[in-house]
């Protein structure tokens, strides 16, 4: 999160954000190769800071960027969720974002791994999952879950 925050912050100096860490005091070891996980949280933190500096732009009054990560233990499983109170995804590109070559971002923009990347290895490379929730104008959520 700090990666990917203060790699935003050494494009745009007068970016600020709130990072609001809730970290599991204990979780099982999970077996993944942490470079690709790594790689996906970095994307997932990332995409999350875009949101919440794209919304911050609009210079609506009151508002404070904020981006959060969570871990806990949900049955056999790792979750990590990242959240922030960015742009929020509208309901129609919700179906559609972990499709290869899909973006949001305007040209030279979307320069990450991508969320379809991201989505094959938490799936198919680790047996996980990679869900989105998102209120379009409030907040996106991404959980990743890994079995242990």
Same mark, same amino acid.
């Given at each position: 999160?700090?990666?990917?925050?203060?790699?935003?912050?050494?494009?745009?100096?007068?970016?600020? /954000?709130?990072? *609001?860490?809730?970290l599991?005091?204990?979780?099982?070891?999970? $077996?993944? %190769?942490?470079?690709?996980?790594? =790689? !996906?949280?970095?994307?997932?933190?990332?995409n999350?800071?875009? /949101?919440?500096? *794209?919304?911050?732009?609009?210079?609506?009054?009151?508002?404070k $960027?904020? %981006?959060?990560?969570?871990?806990? =233990? !949900?049955?056999?499983?790792?979750?990590?969720?990242?959240?922030?109170?960015?742009?929020?995804?509208?309901?129609?590109?919700?179906?559609?974002?972990?499709?290869?070559?899909?973006?949001?971002?305007?040209?030279?923009?979307?320069?990450?791994?991508?969320?379809?990347?991201?989505?094959?290895?938490?799936?198919?490379?680790?047996?996980?999952?990679?869900?989105?929730?998102?209120?379009?104008?409030?907040?996106?959520?991404?959980?990743?879950?890994l079995?242990?």
């Open positions: 999160m700090r990666l990917a925050y203060h790699g935003l912050r050494a494009k745009d100096k007068s970016f600020n /954000a709130t990072l *609001q860490p809730e599991a005091a204990i979780l099982p070891l999970v $077996p993944a %190769v942490s470079g690709d996980v790594g =790689r !996906v949280l970095l994307n997932l933190f990332t999350a800071f875009y /949101a919440v500096q *794209q919304r911050q732009q609009l210079g609506e009054p009151g508002y $960027p904020t %981006v959060g990560v969570a871990t806990r =233990r !949900v049955g056999n499983s790792v979750e990590v969720c990242v959240r922030d109170n960015g742009m929020g995804i509208p309901e129609g590109v919700k179906a559609r974002i972990f499709q290869p070559f899909f973006t949001t971002k305007p040209a030279g923009e979307g320069t990450g791994l991508g969320l379809s990347l991201s989505h094959d290895i938490i799936v198919q490379g680790h047996g996980g999952t990679l869900t989105v929730q998102s209120e379009e104008g409030k907040f996106t959520e991404f959980s990743v879950r079995p242990f």
